[in-house]
């Protein structure tokens, strides 16, 4: 750990998302040495490579005048303003992106690691990951990357149930139907934005393409509040384990009353569905997938 506090470390979380990325940000800053910068998610490098970049500047600074109207600003409101203007000027220019965290790190005193964990990231390309790759480490930093899995189906679920958190009441009704044919189904698990933070055999290769093999973390979400895994994690990252809560839940999908008993069939078409991911983490992986993913692995039809 003493010889990583002679560099400038950069933590990068590609996700996944729904798979504790949250707790660990939040453990990482209990330790005293690590600071985001800023929010925890970014969001910079979905939108810069995005064909669509220019329409969502334009909608970020839309946002910005609505809270500018707004005579009587709260503190958040405030910040708020800065973080989208912050983005905008990052998504517009990534070297001002990669510039602002050398300077954070340059005057932040105590702060031995910087970072950003912004899971959507998990589903850029090796060449857009290269390329954060090396505007990072052109300002001295050495990168250190970790991604967490989580089961397929358990994945997509939390993220569906989390829009209900999020005031989605189209999807709170699918959840509790009493008629099965509106109960949440395939499509809900099966939609792009669902399905590239879950195609773990392409997300996967893409990073280890993309980074050096020593500089790589992955795990399971599945063991996540388990001390051999705030240990094995800290020590890759060279973070103190200091206030380490291993019981702390953060970021809790919401639980929903009256919620439908799960439909076998729907845990059966899901896993089939993203039998391809299943196969490669358990042929990449070995046995603890089968133990870990227990009650999807016996659905899926090898």
């Not at 019981?247 to 729907?266: D, H, M, R, Y």
Request: proline share 2%; glycine share 4%.
């Amino acid at each position: 750990m003493s010889n990583e506090l002679n560099k400038k470390i950069f933590i990068l979380g590609l996700g996944a998302q729904r798979a504790g990325t949250t707790w660990i940000k939040k453990m990482l800053v209990n330790s005293g040495q690590f600071s985001s910068c800023g929010p925890k998610e970014h969001h910079v490098f979905e939108h810069y490579f995005s064909d669509e970049r220019n329409e969502f500047i334009k909608k970020l600074r839309k946002k910005i005048n609505m809270l500018k109207d707004n005579k009587y600003k709260t503190d958040t409101e405030r910040k708020r303003i800065k973080h989208l203007r912050t983005q905008i000027e990052h998504i517009s220019d990534p070297n001002t992106y990669f510039d602002h965290y050398k300077k954070s790190f340059d005057l932040k005193e105590n702060i031995n690691f910087v970072g950003d964990i912004t899971p959507i990231y998990c589903s850029l390309n090796s060449n857009q990951l290269s390329y954060i790759k090396e505007g990072l480490e052109s300002r001295g930093f050495k990168i250190k990357v970790f991604f967490i899995l989580r089961d397929p189906y358990e994945r997509c679920l939390s993220m569906l149930k989390k829009d209900v958190s999020r005031g989605n009441t189209r999807i709170l009704k699918m959840f509790t139907k009493s008629n099965g044919s509106d109960y949440v189904n395939l499509n809900n698990f099966t939609i792009n934005e669902q399905v590239i933070r879950t195609n773990y055999e392409k997300i996967i290769p893409n990073i280890k393409k993309s980074f050096n093999s020593d500089d790589i973390y992955i795990d399971f979400f599945e063991r996540l509040h388990t001390h051999e895994f705030s240990q094995r994690l800290f020590n890759f990252l060279g973070v103190p384990l200091n206030n380490i809560d291993i019981n702390e839940i953060t970021n809790k999908a919401q639980e929903i009353n009256n919620e439908k008993e799960e439909v076998e069939s729907l845990r059966l078409e899901v896993v089939n569905y993203y039998s391809d991911t299943y196969k490669y983490v358990i042929n990449e992986y070995g046995s603890i997938v089968s133990d870990l993913w227990s009650k999807s692995i016996n659905y899926l039809n090898i």
